[in-house]
C-alpha cells in the first residue's frame, strides 16, 4: 500500500517532519500550485496559516484530502462553502499551542496600561523626571470575549492578578454569560479583551455603538481576528476619547499598511500579530501535527476538530 500523501502549503521555514519518514510521503507546494496538487493528497497541512489559497482551490467535487490542518487557532482563512460541503475531510487547528503565550501577552497590556510604562518609557527617553499617580489593577473588572481556550486562559491569569473578569460565550451556561449581557458588563468595565473568533456573528461586533458605550477610563485589547473590530469607529473613539486606549494585535489587512490612521491614533498599541509568537513556537506547531498524524494513521479520533458550521472547535463547560 502507498505512504498516504501530506501536501504542505508551505511558508518559511518550512516544518520539520522528519518523524514521519517512511510513514508518509510529504508533498510542499504554494500557492500556484496548490489547486493542481489537491486531489492527489490525503492530508493537507496549512503551514502558512495567513494564506486565503485553500478558500480558491478546494475542488467542488472528485479527489480531495481526508483531513485538512491548519497552524493556526483561527480557520476563518481557510473555510469556504465546498470545504463545508466535503462531508469526508474533517479539519483541525492547533489549539493548545498558542492559548498561554497569547493570554501572557493580554496580562502584559493589562499591566502596562495600568502603570503607564508607555509614558513611562516616553519621559525617560526626553530626560524628565515627573512623578504621576497609576493605576491598581487588583480589583479592576474586565470583559473577555471569547470562551474558547484562549479567552479561559487570560481569564485564568487576569485572576491571579486580583482583576475581576467575566466570560462572555457565544450562548450563556453555567460560569459563562451571553451575547446578550455583553453590553451591560462592557459598560462597567475598566478592562474589554477580545479573544472572539472571526464568524458571521462577531464581523464588525465592536463599532462605534459599543465603543460609546464604554466608560472613559476603559481600555479595548484585541487579541482574536482583526475584522471583529471596525477600526474606524475604534480610532474616532480614540480621537474624541470616549476610552482611555486599546492594544491591536490583529488587523483587517495585514501587514498593515505605512499609511494606516491607527499608527497615529492616540492611546493605540499597535503590534504585529505577534502575541502567539514565542520562542520555539514553529516546532511546537510541527511537532503537534506530527502527533496529530500518527494518531490519524492509526485510526484514532483527532483531537481539535472544527464545527464547520460554528467556524470554531467547541469547548467544554468550564468546571464550578
Known amino acids: 500500500m502507498a505512504a498516504p500523501v501530506i501536501l ?59 483531513w485538512v490542518h491548519t497552524a493556526s487557532a483561527g480557520v ?42 508607555p509614558l513611562t518609557l516616553e519621559l525617560q527617553r526626553q530626560r524628565l523626571w515627573r512623578r504621576r499617580e497609576t493605576r491598581q489593577l487588583a480589583g479592576s473588572r474586565a470583559v473577555v470575549v471569547g470562551a474558547g481556550p484562549v479567552g479561559r486562559e487570560i481569564m485564568r491569569l487576569l485572576h491571579g492578578l486580583g482583576v475581576q473578569v467575566a466570560l462572555v460565550g457565544r450562548t450563556a451556561r453555567r460560569t459563562i454569560h451571553g451575547p446578550e449581557d455583553l453590553d451591560r458588563l462592557a459598560a462597567g468595565a475598566d478592562w474589554v479583551i477580545c479573544a472572539a473568533p472571526l464568524t458571521e456573528s ?43 486606549g486599546a492594544a491591536l494585535d490583529v488587523f483587517q489587512e495585514e501587514p498593515l499598511s505605512p499609511d494606516s490612521p491607527l499608527w497615529t491614533a492616540p492611546g493605540l498599541l499597535v503590534s504585529p500579530h505577534m502575541s502567539g509568537d514565542t520562542a520555539g513556537w514553529r516546532d511546537r506547531l510541527g511537532e503537534q501535527f506530527v502527533s496529530m498524524y500518527e494518531q490519524w494513521a492509526s485510526g484514532l479520533t483527532l483531537p481539535n476538530v472544527v464545527d464547520i458550521q460554528r467556524g470554531y472547535v467547541p469547548s467544554p463547560d468550564i468546571p464550578l
Open 76 to 117: 476563518d482563512r481557510l473555510l469556504c462553502p465546498a470545504l463545508a460541503a466535503s462531508h469526508g475531510t474533517v479539519v483541525t487547528n492547533a489549539r493548545g499551542v498558542f492559548e498561554l503565550p497569547v493570554a501572557e501577552y493580554v496580562a502584559g497590556l493589562v499591566l502596562a496600561f495600568a502603570k503607564d510604562l
Open 8 to 66: 504542505v502549503l508551505d511558508a518559511a521555514p518550512s516544518p520539520r517532519l522528519g518523524r514521519l519518514t517512511g510513514q508518509a510521503r510529504i508533498v510542499h507546494t504554494d500557492e500556484r500550485s496548490l489547486a493542481e496538487r489537491l486531489p492527489e493528497a490525503d492530508v493537507l497541512l496549512v503551514w502558512d496559516s495567513t494564506s486565503e489559497a485553500v478558500r480558491a482551490a478546494w475542488p467542488d467535487d472528485g479527489p480531495r484530502p481526508r
Open 202 to 244: 462577531t464581523r464588525a461586533m465592536f463599532d462605534a455603538r459599543f465603543f460609546g458605550l464604554l466608560q472613559p477610563y476603559a481600555r479595548f485589547i484585541n487579541v482574536g481576528r482583526g475584522p471583529v473590530v471596525v477600526e474606524d469607529d475604534l480610532a474616532e473613539a480614540l480621537r474624541r476619547r470616549w476610552i482611555a
